[in-house]
């Protein structure tokens, strides 16, 4: 190698005498003359209209393109990406051709490169301003740029001739070309803009339309969408301050749910009239196709523009070393010049800085198609997965109830779909380019190998593809797993979700452990399947990220047996460039498929369910809504009171008083009906096919030969229905029934005679076997009261208004029917305050009440009531069943259907009805019954008689109602137990919310879930395999530069060197493919046991919260943390963590090497890391709350679909599924926003990294290319910075993506870890009394106060009583006296924080809180049974045998049922008992009672759900059973304590009388003694 260099050294090429003529150079100073006239005259005119004229002050955030926009910017840059090379080109061609500079060679160019740059920021502020006159600037300076051009062209051609291997003639043309192109789309402006012609001016867009749009990515130039910069004003906002959900605005209107669901419907409705004609399930993934597949390929399009991009590096790279070698050798001297006067295209395109500088646009241009594409998917992604959840619950609000209850689906398993299966959806939109994309990028990459290296390449291709084909075996079984983990997932989250929605039973009988251990065991065998999954995926994590070496060593290895020459730098690097250009569409694939894996059990579940038949009560079957239908597409109002503040809300409800039941105010729920004769029917096998159930608001009326007379309201004509959707099994059958208009008729029966069938008959909730109902056409629509009220999560006026416009004077006529203004006057914020998921807050007699006030409310004609009287006290419903049921509905000519066991209520029926055995025995008035039944009339007039008043002292009717209201769990002590005194109406707290980063306490979190030694194994592992892999490469440079000098070697010398590089590149290779390998499994393993763990702290923390915390944390968002949250501890965090740190270690040994290689480098790179740090930490710090919004706001949505699953039988009655509909729009929006701006913001972020890591490129190129010239390095050395280099700009830009997503991916850990370390109830007791304990029920009260929590005020003070063993002891007092209090602390649910309670000498303070639970026994007023068989719910703790178990059941009267069942004592009870009645359920619940054999035991009501027959025979059991028993009866009926031994009586929390009940009653003065006359 020699010194002896040009002074120009640094482009050397040959001296050349050879100057161009005169007239090319005058040519060439007209040619910049042109150029620069008009670059003066375009910015004189910017800086005119810019500074002295009212558009300096012109602001907005959005544009409308002009027609031909796009094309505008792309030949704009294509010129100036011409115009670049014209400059390069001229300076290469003045340092290679003249001895002395010929600036006249670039000049031109330059200055054309300055006016085409001007004439796009010029077209950019014309379009921004709206001003298109302003083009007539640019149709002048188009036609001189290209007469310019044309002469240069011909006085080139004149000088040289027409010789095409010139680079200079390529450029001028492709001038020549691109300047027509532009003057032709500057006509176009002129043609539509200024003149309209053949053109008509679009409409304003609606996105435009909404003033809190903040997202104008449409409507912004091409250049801003490029570079995202329609979200860098988030950034700076995200910046200062945490964002807000307030901050983000609107959706566009693409991705409005409403928009989507519409998109979409369309698409599956046509998939299912193609399956229709062929008798087959519809596909999802056709409809899936169908609706996104257009933009899909588009943006898999543009992606695969930037794979190819990126294929071009390794070439430039290998151009780049080959150039390198010349000049490093000095070889360059020795080649000819083809052209005396100007560069040719091989030698511009053989020039080592040209290549780094198409190096660097290939990496420009990779990134802006990469993101671009990106974007494109992600938003595709985002409306599929919106669409998936619009239609699984549209597709919820048709389903049957028998599918719920059934044990076809479960709640959990439909909430699944909504989250889990639309996230997969999601997930694999996102990536699935990578599926298709990877095989032809291989593809590609391996023919360009083979064009290089030859055979060599091909043996290294046929191990990559047994290593694909092993990955796409293994996804396929991946895809099986997952199905398996998805199904023990939900049935996981329904054990859950049963548990919680039932906590409070749970925690009274001491059955934390019990339902823990049963979810632990579901969980174990969950974690077991994600080991398995884990295992396989760790292979094919393993194959992608050692497939590079592997392929690398087998090349290289046969290409230095095979082939004659030397490994060389050039080939090698190449190679490894090539090689390192699969490595991370591999990685990016290997994720790809298991996200597809995951997508297809979602797809097959989700395609199940969008086929799962639909409730037969449709559109064409139902009666009309009791309101009229609003479109859910409108943007109208919602229903409500408008223009009214909750202010004046409040103050409204507060001050509001009484109002009696004046004929004027009844008036008011009378409205006018229309003029009709028309009926509608039910009929038998009456089916609509999914794809016609559309929008079922629209009712149609259906008309048929036949006669509904005008006097009847409704009619059953041989009626068989069953709950099965094929007809088997009917639950009732022969049913005829008549209804007239304006009746009153009442439902009888025993306890599963099947009453409330009828009623779900009538509502088309059955299945209609033969048979129809009719309804008369003028006045049918229909209020439903379910037996189980169901209730929102809103506030109790919304609860009554149920979404109808507010009237003030009708709304206050139905509260006081329903007797709930005493209960509206004690709540904190008067009917406005919140009521808690599932009426947590209220008692069952409240939601009943609230339930009715409802249907009463509605205006409708017929109103169907399921027992809403069962949970009521006897003053109460008969204020009630008078005021309200009969005042307001019967006396007005509605008509009302009402189940009842309530006997002493027959005598204002037009009409009662007898169910046994799911058929009609008897119907008639009261007269028929006599004559027909006398045993029946004879039960009716014990029944009238033991509920008759006494001797006639009754105070007012007004009194009565105010005295004598029922227990109401909600007065003060439940006030302030929820919501605490300072607090105004509402219930459930907000749910947490971090801001700022995630701390470094939720990583050590993690890492102690993991245990610290095995966390720092999997780092020396981690450092051991990146450590190997350099040293890999640096052997490699060592072996190639070898390569270069072994032509002086003799062939024995030349084998031996050979082999001994063979031998250590093997070894090194082997070495890390062994430490990969192991670090993968490693990580995966301890990530999955760390998920499991924390689990398992999860659950066993939460079930030890005091139930006041779940009286204020709604289901759905504790759901959150075991579905969403644990799937993202699960299957993601170990993804992105090992992500993370692979990308960690490369980019630091990317980094090293090219310190080594050339020192200069990390000096001159050192400003753009800070950029990069600072860039990154800009956009983490808004991402993360992007990233919490979205978690917060799923929170709503899950709810409220889990709300609307609930009452789905009311919803449908009322008609109100457009309402629900659009409130799940709602929600689902406003995820979304959240959920477009963190897409988008990455986005926004990954362009400006990927034009950093370009950057990085240059230099890294520039200083080992300067390096090598000077002799400084050698060939070998350049091509491994540069490698290392595109690592960066490749690994750079993922890594900070698996950050930020890792650092999102742990606020599931934050999450999670916020509910481990949640307040608990103390558990531990200091006293462990004797197994029988308590033996004798003896129960002493010493100065007990108690409160709900440390905050709040107490409900009891200083109570002292004494209960002696064996004593039936009544319980009651008024409104908020205490009652429920004093029996929960028996319990020890709520906190004595004074005085103590003993029994059977035994302070229960120093008792372990499991031992106290189990030891006593209670029978809730609701009853609760669980999934699972007979014996489970009759015996938890399996401590029974079959004998006891029958016994529990004889009592209960359950015997006869059970043994009727196909597996007795082991027959599935559904959830929530849905195959029982829940008079049935009760029953069991009183078993289970008898089973504890409890010396003490609770009762609340026990009997309110049975029939009287029933209740008679349970009372004299429960007399003979529980005589030896201390029972403490809370009394909603006063009768069911008047033959107590002792009475309690409370208020305001303090003892005020305790006696027995004739002593009380007779006592002067007595509060006992006012509330029996109050009953009575």
Excluded at 1148 to 1156: D, E, G, Q, R
Excluded at 1217 to 1225: G, Q, T
Excluded at 1386 to 1401: E, Q, S
Aim: hydrophobic share 40%; glycine share 6%.
């Amino acid at each position: 190698m020699t010194s002896s260099k040009s002074t120009l050294w640094l482009f050397d090429g040959v001296d050349n005498t050879t100057h161009c003529r005169q007239s090319q150079r005058s040519l060439d100073v007209f040619h910049c003359g042109i150029h620069l006239c008009f670059l003066l005259l375009l910015c004189s005119v910017l800086i005119i209209f810019g500074c002295f004229t009212r558009l300096r002050s012109y602001s907005s955030n959005f544009r409308l393109p002009y027609p031909g926009h796009k094309r505008k910017w792309l030949m704009s840059i294509l010129l100036i990406l011409v115009l670049l090379c014209g400059v390069g080109e001229g300076v290469l061609t003045d340092l290679t051709r003249n001895p002395e500079t010929q600036p006249h060679l670039y000049v031109p160019q330059l200055c054309a490169l300055l006016s085409g740059l001007i004439s796009l920021v010029y077209y950019n502020y014309l379009e921004y301003w709206n001003r298109p006159l302003l083009t007539w600037l640019l149709v002048l300076y188009w036609p001189f740029a290209i007469a310019t051009d044309v002469v240069r062209l011909i006085k080139q051609t004149e000088e040289v001739g027409l010789d095409p291997s010139i680079m200079r003639f390529y450029i001028v043309v492709s001038c020549i070309v691109i300047y027509t192109c532009l003057l032709f789309l500057e006509l176009n402006v002129v043609r539509t803009k200024i003149f309209q012609c053949w053109y008509t001016e679009k409409d304003c867009p609606a996105d435009l339309k909404k003033k809190r749009l903040f997202f104008h990515y449409k409507y912004n130039s091409l250049l801003q969408r490029v570079l995202f910069s329609t979200m860098t004003w988030l950034f700076t906002l995200g910046y200062k301050r945490p964002l807000e959900i307030a901050d983000l605005g609107c959706l566009p209107e693409d991705l409005e749910c409403k928009n989507v669901y519409k998109v979409y419907n369309v698409a599956y409705s046509a998939e299912q009239g193609r399956t229709s004609r062929k008798n087959r399930v519809p596909s999802l993934w056709r409809a899936y196709l169908k609706a996104f597949g257009q933009n899909i390929f588009v943006g898999d399009f543009i992606r695969g523009l930037g794979n190819a991009c990126s294929i071009t590096f390794p070439l430039s790279i290998g151009g780049i070393i080959t150039y390198a070698s010349v000049q490093y050798y000095d070889e360059f001297n020795f080649q000819t010049v083809e052209n005396d006067c100007y560069v040719t295209v091989k030698e511009f395109f053989t020039n080592g800085f040209v290549l780094t500088a198409c190096l660097f646009a290939a990496v420009i241009a990779r990134a802006i198609f990469d993101q671009c594409g990106y974007f494109i998917i992600d938003f595709v992604g985002l409306q599929a997965s919106t669409a998936i959840q619009a239609y699984t619950y549209e597709k919820s609000l048709h389903l049957p109830v028998s599918a719920l209850s059934s044990g076809d689906m479960t709640v959990g398993q439909v909430t699944n779909h909504m989250s889990v299966d639309a996230m997969a959806v999601f997930r694999f939109t996102q990536t699935q380019v990578a599926i298709w994309l990877v095989p032809f990028h291989v593809v590609a990459v391996l023919s360009l190998l083979y064009m290089e290296i030859g055979v060599s390449a091909l043996i290294g291709a046929t191990f990559l593809i047994i290593f694909l084909l092993i990955q796409l075996k293994i996804a396929g079984r991946l895809a099986r797993i997952q199905t398996q983990v998805l199904e023990t997932s939900d049935k996981r989250l329904k054990k859950i979700n049963e548990m919680l929605r039932s906590m409070n039973l749970v925690k009274l009988c001491g059955w934390e452990d019990i339902f823990c251990k049963d979810i632990e065991v579901v969980r174990t065998d969950q974690v077991y399947l994600l080991v398995k999954l884990g295992i396989y995926m760790g292979v094919m994590c393993s194959l992608s990220m050692v497939a590079t070496a592997i392929v690398s060593l087998i090349t290289f290895v046969s290409y230095s047996f095979l082939s004659h020459d030397p490994l060389t730098p050039d080939v090698a690097f190449m190679s490894i460039a090539f090689f390192s250009e699969l490595h991370l569409p591999l990685v990016i694939a290997t994720r790809a498929l298991h996200l597809f894996a995951n997508a297809i059990p979602s797809f097959r579940r989700l395609q199940l369910f969008f086929d799962y038949k639909e409730s037969r009560r449709t559109k064409k079957t139902l009666p009309t809504p009791s309101r009229g239908f609003q479109d859910f597409e409108s943007d109208g109002e919602d229903s409500g009171e408008e223009g009214v503040t909750v202010s004046e809300q409040r103050e409204a409800s507060m001050t509001r008083e009484s109002v009696h039941n004046d004929r004027k105010l009844v008036n008011l729920l009378s409205k006018p009906r229309k003029e009709s004769d028309e009926y509608l029917s039910i009929e038998s096998g009456s089916h609509i096919d999914s794809n016609t159930v559309q929008e079922e608001s629209s009712f149609i009326t259906e008309y048929r030969e036949g006669f509904v007379p005008e006097h009847v309201s409704f009619q059953i004509s041989g009626g068989t229905f069953s709950w099965n959707y094929d007809g088997s099994s009917p639950a009732l059958s022969n049913i005829n029934l008549n209804v007239v208009k304006g009746s009153f008729v009442m439902v009888i029966g025993l306890v599963g005679s099947g009453k409330s069938s009828l009623l779900s008959a009538i509502l088309g909730e059955m299945t209609t076997v033969s048979g129809t109902v009719r309804f008369n056409g003028e006045r049918n629509r229909v209020a439903y009261v379910p037996q189980k009220a169901w209730l929102q999560n809103a506030t109790l006026r919304d609860n009554i208004t149920f979404g109808q416009a507010f009237d003030q004077n009708r709304y206050d006529a139905v509260i006081q029917a329903c007797a709930l203004q005493p209960d509206i006057d004690i709540l904190p914020a008067g009917d406005i305050t919140e009521i808690g998921e599932r009426g947590i807050n209220l008692s069952g007699g409240q939601k009943q009440r609230i339930s009715v006030a409802r249907s009463i409310y509605s205006n409708a004609d017929i109103l169907i009531l399921d027992d809403p009287l069962s949970a009521l006290d006897v003053h109460v419903s008969s204020h009630l069943l008078e005021n309200g049921i009969m005042d307001l509905l019967v006396r007005q000519g509605r008509t009302v259907m009402l189940v009842t066991h309530q006997l002493q209520s027959l005598q204002f029926a037009h009409k009662v009805v007898l169910m046994d055995d799911g058929k009609i025995v008897r119907e008639g008035d009261l007269k028929e019954i006599q004559k027909h039944d006398p045993e029946l009339f004879a039960a009716w007039e014990r029944t009238s008689r033991t509920h008759s008043e006494p001797d006639g002292d009754t105070g007012k009717e007004g009194e009565c109602v105010l005295v004598t209201e029922e227990e109401v769990v909600n007065s003060k002590e439940s006030r302030e137990r929820v919501l605490g005194k300072d607090f105004f109406g509402k219930l459930i707290e907000e749910e947490e919310r971090y801001t700022g980063s995630v701390s470094w306490r939720i990583y050590r979190t993690y890492a102690r879930a993991i245990k610290y030694p095995l966390a720092a194994l999997t780092l020396l592992l981690l450092t051991a395999q990146s450590s190997t892999l350099m040293a890999c490469n640096f052997w490699l440079s060592a072996w190639s530069g070898a390569g270069l000098e072994m032509m002086n070697k003799t062939q024995e010398n030349i084998e031996e060197e050979s082999m001994y590089y063979r031998r250590g590149y093997i070894v090194l290779t082997l070495t890390f493919v062994v430490s990969l390998v192991a670090f993968v499994f490693w990580h995966i393993t301890t990530s999955i046991f760390a998920a499991k763990r924390m689990h398992f702290a999860l659950l066993r923390n939460l079930v030890r919260a005091p139930i006041r915390f779940f009286d204020t944390t709604p289901v759905g968002r504790i759901l959150n943390r075991f579905s969403n949250d644990t799937q993202v501890i699960d299957q993601t965090i170990w993804q992105t963590t090992l992500d993370v740190l692979h990308g960690i270690w490369l980019c630091l040994s990317a980094l090293i090497v090219n310190t080594i290689v050339t020192p200069v480098f990390i000096v001159v790179v050192a400003p753009f890391l800070v950029v990069y740090y600072f860039i990154t930490k800009y956009y983490v710090t808004t991402a993360r709350e992007l990233q919490r919004l979205d978690s917060i706001t799923k929170s709503p949505t899950l709810a409220h679909f889990s709300e609307t699953l609930g009452g789905l039988s009311t919803i449908r009655a009322y008609g109100d599924e457009n309402r629900f509909r659009k409130r799940f729009f709602e929600t689902k929006n406003t995820n979304n926003v959240s959920r477009l701006y963190f897409l988008c913001g990455f986005r926004w972020l990954a362009i400006r990294l990927e034009f950093l890591g370009a950057i990085i490129v240059l230099i890294s190129a520039l200083t080992s290319l300067i390096s090598c010239k000077v002799g400084a390095i050698s060939p070998s050395w350049v091509g491994l910075a540069l490698t290392y280099a595109i690592s960066i700009c490749m690994q750079a830009n993922w890594l900070v993506r698996m950050f930020a997503e890792c650092e999102m991916n742990m606020n599931a850990v934050e999450r999670v870890e916020h509910y481990t370390r949640i307040q608990t109830e103390e558990h531990r007791g200091t006293y462990t009394p004797r197994p029988s304990w308590p033996d004798k029920g003896n129960i002493k009260l010493e100065d007990v106060s108690v409160r709900y929590s440390n905050e709040l005020e107490p409900v009891l003070e200083d109570v002292s009583v004494h209960f002696k063993a064996g004593e039936k002891i009544g319980i009651c007092g008024r409104t908020g006296s205490g009652k429920s209090s004093l029996t929960l602390a028996l319990f020890r649910m709520i906190d004595t924080y004074k005085g103590r309670i003993v029994i059977d000498d035994v302070d229960i303070s120093h008792v372990p809180l499991l031992t106290l639970r189990t030891r006593l026994a209670i029978i809730p007023q609701d009853p609760v049974l669980f999934s699972g068989s007979v014996r489970f719910n009759l015996d938890p703790e399996s401590t029974k045998d079959d004998v006891e178990l029958w016994e529990a059941l004889e009592i209960a009267q359950l015997k006869e049922i059970v043994a009727e069942l196909p597996d007795k004592l082991d027959a599935d009870v559904l959830e929530a008992g849905e195959n029982f009645s829940v008079g049935q359920r009760q029953l069991f619940c009183l078993a289970r009672a008898f089973l504890r054999n409890s010396k003490i035991l609770i009762m609340d009501e026990a009997t309110a759900s049975i029939d009287v027959k029933t209740d008679t025979i349970i009372q004299q059991v429960l007399s003979t059973v529980f005589a030896d028993k201390t029972v403490l009866t809370i009394a909603h009926r006063m009768s069911t304590i008047l033959d107590s031994d002792n009475v309690l009586v409370l208020s305001e929390g303090r003892v005020v009388e305790f006696g027995s009940p004739e002593k009380l009653k007779n006592q002067e003065g007595s509060m006992f003694a006012t509330l029996v006359k109050g009953h009575y």
